[in-house]
């Protein structure tokens, strides 16, 4: 069969580059190793997090991607919550960051503002109010629901549009216009994105190592159902998260934040935890995470990393249960240097990887970019009844 373009990898970003090009007319297959997509795109928080992302580029990308986000909620039929977010201070150098960040310019684009203990409690009430000094809240947050969203968007575009899913389908080689499956059998296309995420090493593994990706593992929980009635309200951050996200770099109490983090608690730094916290669709709070880069990646997770986030996550939260009913441990790819990387690795054959933890809140809106450029440099032919 003969595509217009052909996405390796049922993930976020592929299916972003798979909406983009049908929404333009184009015909589209899909192929994935699995039954369904079972990556880092369906093990993470649900966060569409624009609040992390550095001013410039990459910030107008996230809320590019909030507004893709809504309108293919609505028409693939999946809840996308407007909840925004909240990042709590519990000590008076995160509170000096948030106010530092809310001054500046750092913040540009976002429906932000600082918020009192008491403000804080009309918002969410998870917050631990012992110690908290205040916080800063963000209106530009999302929360989906990652198998339920991942799952119907693949619907959607099977049924609306009449993209061709290609599961348990690995495909083994390459090369321009033409992927071949580990049974033999070859499809065409015009175009090919290869967007595998964490399992980079089977197409083009070169490329990859010349970016100098890296794996990183995050360990994961979801508590029981909270009571009915209870709700989370926004996704909940914590001092620790300030360390984490490019959008709180130039602010200068920073340096004291990570300072106090190193001396008082370096088991912290050593398995990068910083706690958030999103409500999943059956009210239960998904909670994590953690961040375990190239060699120290090990195939079984560390109870000592559960137990610290936990821990961190009582000092700044007070929910109903605390019962875990579920862990697990997610893999991502990212790119030490940029928001991620596209490579031409053959004529018409892309590689797209190395988003890292921001693939939710930045694929969507890159993924339309690159099918605009391709569509813009040399439109497509648009093969309708031709397969």
């Known amino acids: 069969m003969h595509y217009d373009l052909i996405v390796v990898g049922g993930g976020i970003v592929g299916l972003g580059h798979a909406w983009a090009a049908a929404k333009q007319g184009h015909t589209v297959a899909v192929f994935d190793n699995n039954s369904r997509a079972e990556g880092a795109s369906i093990r993470n928080f649900g966060m569409v997090w624009p609040i992390g992302q550095p001013e410039g580029t990459q910030r107008a990308i996230s809320l590019r991607s909030r507004f893709l986000w809504q309108e293919l909620g609505a028409v693939a ?160 951050a914590s001092g620790l998260t300030l360390r984490h996200y490019p959008s709180f770099q130039g602010c200068p109490s920073l340096a004291d934040v990570k300072q106090r983090i190193a001396n008082d608690s370096p088991e912290l730094d050593r398995y990068g935890i910083h706690v958030m916290a999103s409500q999943a669709d059956n009210g239960g709070l998904i909670l994590g995470d953690s961040h375990e880069y190239g060699d120290d990646i090990e195939p079984t997770d560390k109870a000592e990393i559960d137990t610290l986030m936990i821990q961190e996550l009582q000092k700044i939260m007070t929910v109903p249960t605390w019962n875990i009913t579920r862990r697990w441990h997610g893999l991502y790819a990212k790119h030490p240097s940029q928001m991620c990387f596209v490579r031409e690795v053959r004529p018409e054959v892309l590689v797209v990887n190395g988003f890292g933890g921001n693939g939710m809140t930045l694929a969507l809106a890159f993924s339309e970019s690159i099918i605009n450029r391709w569509h813009k440099s040399a439109q497509w032919e648009v093969l309708h009844g031709s397969n």
Request: net charge negative; with cysteine; proline share 6%.
């Open 77 to 236: 039929g999946f809840p996308v919550q407007e909840c925004g977010s909240l990042h709590l201070a519990h000590h008076d150098d995160e509170l000096a960051v948030l106010q530092e960040f809310a001054a500046s310019t750092a913040g540009d684009g976002l429906d932000i503002e600082l918020v009192t203990p008491e403000q804080i409690a009309a918002l969410t009430p998870s917050a631990n109010p012992n110690g908290l000094t205040g916080g800063l809240y963000s209106r530009s947050e999302l929360r989906v629901t990652p198998p339920t969203a991942i799952s119907s968007v693949s619907a959607h575009l099977a049924d609306a549009h009449n993209v061709q899913f290609h599961f348990n389908t690995p495909i083994t080689k390459v090369d321009s216009g033409l992927v071949t499956g580990s049974n033999g059998k070859t499809w065409t296309a015009e175009r090919i994105v290869i967007a595998t995420g964490a399992y980079f090493q089977h197409l083009f593994p070169e490329a990859h190592a010349a970016e100098r990706l890296k794996l990183c593992k995050l360990q994961m929980m979801l508590t029981d159902s909270q009571p009915i009635g209870w709700n989370l309200g926004p996704h909940i």
